[in-house]
Structures are given as structure tokens and as C-alpha cells.
């Protein structure tokens, strides 16, 4: 059965939590009357998170580091006409393959991402998460932790992510809105990892990541912003 929907996933040292994504996302299908497919796509040239993988359905496949190099080589691989790119910490929620097939068969709309909680209880991080949420539905650019989706024949028209060190997200969101392709959002909320802002600090990690999108949207070279995320 040709699969409906290929979930692209780059990782990078993600082998601790790697089989949980793949569980939650699978169970998300088991009552469904379609298939889908799993790519993960491992930038560490050691491949321990495709060795660390149980499930002998996923496809397991390795490539240069680098968020949109990872993406574009598996949604080469993919056989699907839908394209889900999710990041190993996101996780989906239970309707999440049938609202994304309900929100393609519009012929009208080219890609699609989620509204965005943040797995924390401090309150700082609902607003964050409300923030970032009417952010991307005003401008029309979700970012990759959103759990953005394409139809690959529209992914392609675009040329793909864009090789580079930051913002590949952004990038294609902006390539997209000039071509005038639609996007739409889906309510339903993934729940993506807070590791970072617990890392980092919440207010820093924030101011951080609003300055970054600043500087990309002035021109800033997005090689120059990966030293400063990291």
C-alpha cells in the first residue's frame, strides 16, 4: 500500500528520546484505514540514533549534518504525495495525520504546520506558546517545531529547504508566500520539547530567538546566526 503521508525526521543525537517519537506518532495511525511511512534522517556520522531505532518498519537512512540538508534527503527518499517534517522532540497530537489529510484535500492549499504548546508547566511558557502561535497565523510562517507539512509536488516547485546553517524554515515559508501558495494552520496544538529554554533560560532563549529572526529578515547571513543559537 503506497503510503498517504512520508514523516521526514532529521536527527542528531536524539537516542534517548527517538523511539518514544516513534510511538506516539505511530499509535496517532493504528486505527487508520491508510499508511504512512517513516524516514529518519541522521546527520552524526556515528548514526546513533538510527542504531538506537526498535522498529523495523522505519526507514533508516544518514546524510551531511545541517537541518534542510537532513530534510531534503529524506523527502527524496519519500513516496508519499504528503510530506510531514517533525522534529524528534515535537510531539503530535492524536489527530494529527487525519487533520493533515482533511486540510490537503483543499486544492487550494500547498502546506500546513500546527499551533504550538511548549512541554512545561511555568506559566511564562504559555505565553510564549500563545506568542509564537499568533505570530506564525499573522505572518503565515510557522517555524520547523510546528510540525510543518507540504504536498511534496509543491515542496519541489520550491526547490526544497535551502542548505543552510539557520532558518531553513523561515526561508521556505517566505519562498512560499511570494508564489502565492496558501498555508493552513491546525488548531490542534503539537507539544514540543522545552529543553532549550530550561537549558538556556527562558527569557534569554526567548529575546535570543526574536533577535535571530530580526537580524535573518534584514539580510543577516544565516552561517553568522548559527554562532549565536549555539
Not at 127 to 142: F, G
Not at 151 to 178: S, T
Request: aromatic share 10%.
Amino acid at each position: 500500500m503506497k503510503p498517504v503521508i512520508s514523516v521526514v525526521m532529521p536527527v542528531y543525537g536524539e537516542a534517548d528520546r527517538i523511539n518514544r517519537t516513534i510511538d506516539n506518532f505511530k499509535s496517532s495511525v493504528s486505527q487508520m484505514l491508510w499508511a504512512i511511512e517513516i524516514i529518519v534522517v541522521d546527520g552524526d556520522p556515528d548514526t546513533r540514533t538510527l542504531k538506537a531505532i526498535n522498529d523495523p518498519d522505519v526507514i533508516k537512512t544518514a546524510s551531511p549534518a545541517g537541518r534542510g540538508v537532513q530534510m531534503n534527503h529524506g523527502a527524496r527518499i519519500a513516496t508519499a504525495d504528503l510530506l510531514l517534517f517533525l522534529h524528534a522532540d515535537t510531539v503530535l497530537p492524536a489527530n494529527a495525520f487525519n487533520a493533515i489529510v482533511h486540510a490537503c484535500r483543499d486544492k487550494g492549499i500547498a502546506a500546513g504546520a500546527f499551533d504550538l504548546t511548549i512541554g512545561a508547566s511555568h506559566p511564562g511558557f504559555r505565553i510564549i506558546e500563545k506568542a509564537a502561535s499568533l505570530r506564525s497565523r499573522i505572518t503565515r510562517i510557522p517555524f520547523g517545531d510546528q510540525a510543518v507539512f507540504f504536498k511534496a509536488q509543491c515542496f519541489w516547485k520550491l526547490g526544497g529547504y535551502k542548505p543552510i546553517a539557520l532558518m531553513e524554515d523561515v526561508d521556505i515559508m517566505r519562498r512560499l508566500k511570494k508564489k502565492g501558495y496558501k498555508i493552513r494552520f491546525i488548531s490542534d496544538p503539537v507539544v514540543t520539547s522545552a529543553r532549550r529554554w530550561k537549558k538556556e533560560g527562558m527569557v534569554y532563549t526567548t529575546i535570543r530567538n526574536w533577535v535571530l529572526q530580526l537580524f535573518f529578515y534584514m539580510g543577516a547571513s544565516p552561517e553568522k546566526l548559527k554562532a549565536y543559537y549555539q
